[in-house]
Structures are given as C-alpha cells and as structure tokens.
T-cell receptor, first 112, second 112 residues
Framework: DAGVTQSPTHLIKTRGQQVTLRCSPISGHKSVSWYQQVLGQGPQFIFQYYEKEERGRGNFPDRFSARQFPNYSSELNVNALLLGDSALYLC???????????FGPGTRLTVL | GEDVEQSLFLSVREGDSSVINCTYTDSSSTYLYWYKQEPGAGLQLLTYIFSNMDMKQDQRLTVLLNKKDKHLSLRIADTQTGDSAIYFCAERDDNQGGKLIFGQGTELSVKP
C-alpha cells in the first residue's frame, strides 16, 4: 500500500506570491494534519481535518488555510508569502483522530 | 504551556546502546511518540506508548515512561550506523483534536 504522498517535492516562490501544497492520505485514513518544520526545529502543528471538517488549528496567521476533499485528500494554501515561510511542510494521516499519525515525505518550500 | 524538551546531540559507538531523553509538560497527554527523521526525509513513526504504561519494548527499541516526572526515554540496543538520524519526541494534545507537540529533536551520531 502507498504511504502518504505529497506534491510537489520542492517549490521556489518569491515574497508576496501564493502557494498550494497537496497531500493524499493512506487509503482508508480520514484524518489529515499539516505541520511546518523550519530548519533545525521540530514540526509545528498548523491544521487538522477530519471528515472534511477542520478539527484543530495551530498558532498560524490567517494567510494559512486548508481544506479536505471528499476523497480525504487535502490542500494547504499560503497567501502573501514571507521569507519566514520557508520550511518543510509535512502532511500526516491517521485513521480517525487516532493514536498513529503517519507522515509523508514533505514539500520543501523556499521563499526568495 | 506546551513544551517538549530534548537534548540536541548524542554520539555513541556502533554496538553500544543509545538512550535519548525527553521531558514534556502536559500531564493529560494520552499518547507519547518517538519519530525518526533522516536527512531530507519526512518523519518515520518508530513507536508510541500509552500513558498508563511504564514500558514498551519493540525489537531493539525500549520506551520508558515516568509519568510522575513527565519523562520519556528511548533506548536503542546495539546501535548501528543506519540509526544515525534526528529523533523527535512528541506528545499528543487531546484537547486540540489530537495534534502532536514535538520537541526540537536529538541528533544521534553513530561512529563505527
């Protein structure tokens, strides 16, 4: 079975632009979470979606938004990019809001 | 507040045991996790422990939980060069949809 997949792998944007990152969960998993990992730090929670509804939001500005589709895949959208948004964006899926969260390989975003 | 703390570096010789330590703050956390991250990759779930357990063993991995002191440790027996990576401790926040709160990570270096 395929694990969590994310696209694109790498992305370079300039300040002020907008970006959309995509995530497909493990088959059968209904919950998707997004994390931001800045170089040298642990991942920080951004959002959790379960059954297409937002169930948790981290301490991120409104420039960050997300949604979950009927097939449980998810998109993370970031508007008005800042240099500080440069990071590895990780998606994790779980069966429900369950105890095991499995991570994808991440999308490396560089903002110039 | 939420805080998970880990020491930043650990260096061991191949064949020795490694012990990575972590302290957390939320005594209501139901699950605590250990993830492994290799360079340029996402996070791999190694093991997790339910908060009513003191110990969990899984092949070369042993997790010890001291709930009174809010201390979690991961012991890797017979450490190999392939174990070189960054190890993250995480606690689950059940008040926020099951989001994970990560430490900064411990970089394990295994010398031959």
């Amino acid at each position: 079975d395929a694990g969590v997949t994310q696209s694109p792998t790498h992305l370079i944007k300039t300040r002020g632009q907008q970006v959309t990152l995509r995530c497909s969960p493990i088959s059968g998993h209904k919950s998707v979470s997004w994390y931001q990992q800045v170089l040298g730090q642990g991942p920080q929670f951004i959002f959790q979606y379960y059954e297409k509804e937002e169930r948790g939001r981290g301490n991120f500005p409104d420039r960050f938004s997300a949604r979950q589709f009927p097939n449980y895949s998810s998109e993370l959208n970031v508007n008005a990019l800042l240099l500080g948004d440069s990071a590895l964006y990780l998606c994790a899926s779980s069966l429900d809001r369950g105890n095991e969260q499995f991570f994808g390989p991440g999308t490396r975003l560089t903002v110039l | 507040g939420e805080d998970v703390e880990q020491s930043l570096f650990l260096s061991v010789r191949e064949g020795d045991s490694s012990v990575i330590n972590c302290t957390y703050t939320d005594s209501s956390s139901t699950y605590l996790y250990w993830y492994k991250q290799e360079p340029g990759a996402g996070l791999q779930l190694l093991t997790y422990i339910f908060s009513n357990m003191d110990m969990k063993q899984d092949q070369r991995l042993t997790v010890l939980l001291n709930k009174k002191d809010k201390h979690l440790s991961l012991r890797i027996a017979d450490t190999q060069t392939g174990d070189s990576a960054i190890y993250f401790c995480a606690e689950r926040d059940d008040n926020q949809g099951g989001k994970l709160i990560f430490g900064q990570g411990t970089e394990l270096s295994v010398k031959p």
